[in-house]
């Protein structure tokens, strides 16, 4: 079965750009979670999804949302960079939202300048 | 509050045994998770133990954890160079959907 899918692998942009970032979550789960690593530290929570509404939101400005779809799949989007957004970006999946353990996949690197 | 807090570093021999600790806060969480996470990779679940359990063993990895004092374990047997590695461990409070990560541990193993 494949896993947590993340596209694209790595992404370069410039302050002040907008980016997307998507995520396949594993088949048959229905939650997608957002976190952002930074480097040297732990992934920090940013969103979570269930049934293509909102669960839970981390301590982010509102340059960052998210959607679900209809599939389950997830996008992330950021506005207006900073060169502090520059982090590893990690979409988990779980069954359902606020109980079941967390797969993560295998993230996507912004590189902000 | 919300705070989990690991040691940042250690360093075994191939074939010792490691032991990583890992201090939570939020007593209403209902499972603790162990993840691992190798170099320009994401995060791999190693083992996850419920609240009301005091230990949990899966093949080399052994999870003790002690309620009262807050404090969650990792010990790895037998550690290999393929262990090196950061060891990050994290709580999930009842119905917030989030984890809650530490800051990691790094794991070195020589040979």
């Known amino acids: 079965d494949a896993g947590v899918t993340q596209s694209p692998t790595h992404l370069i942009k410039t302050r002040g750009q907008h980016v997307t970032l998507r995520c396949s979550p594993i088949?048959?789960?229905?939650?997608v979670s957002w976190y952002q690593q930074v480097l040297g530290q732990g992934p920090q929570f940013i969103f979570q999804?269930?049934?293509?509404?909102?669960?839970g939101r981390g301590n982010f400005p509102d340059r960052f949302s998210a959607r679900q779809f209809p599939n389950y799949s997830s996008e992330l989007n950021v506005n207006a960079l900073l060169l502090g957004d520059s982090a590893l970006y990690l979409c988990?999946?779980?069954?359902?939202?606020?109980?079941?353990?967390?797969?993560f996949g295998p993230g996507t690197r912004l590189t902000v300048l | 509050g919300e705070d989990v807090e690991q040691s940042l570093f250690l360093s075994v021999r191939e074939g010792d045994s490691s032991v990583i600790n890992c201090t939570y806060t939020?007593?209403?969480?209902?499972?603790l998770y162990w993840y691992k996470q190798e170099p320009g990779a994401g995060l791999q679940l190693l083992t996850y133990?419920?609240?009301?359990?005091d230990m949990k063993q899966d093949q080399r990895l052994t999870v003790l954890l002690n309620k009262k004092d807050k404090h969650l374990s990792l010990r790895i047997a037998d550690t290999q160079t393929g262990d090196s590695a950061i060891y990050f461990c994290?709580?999930?409070?009842?119905?917030?959907?989030?984890?809650?990560f530490g800051q990691g541990t790094t794991l070195q193993v020589k040979p």
């Open positions: 999804y269930y049934e293509k509404e909102e669960r």
């Open positions: 939020d007593s209403s969480s209902t499972y």
């Open positions: 988990a999946s779980s069954l359902v939202g606020s109980t079941d353990t967390q797969y």
């Open positions: 088949s048959g789960h229905k939650s």
């Open positions: 133990i419920f609240s009301n359990m």
């Open positions: 994290a709580e999930f409070p009842s119905n917030t959907g989030k984890l809650i």
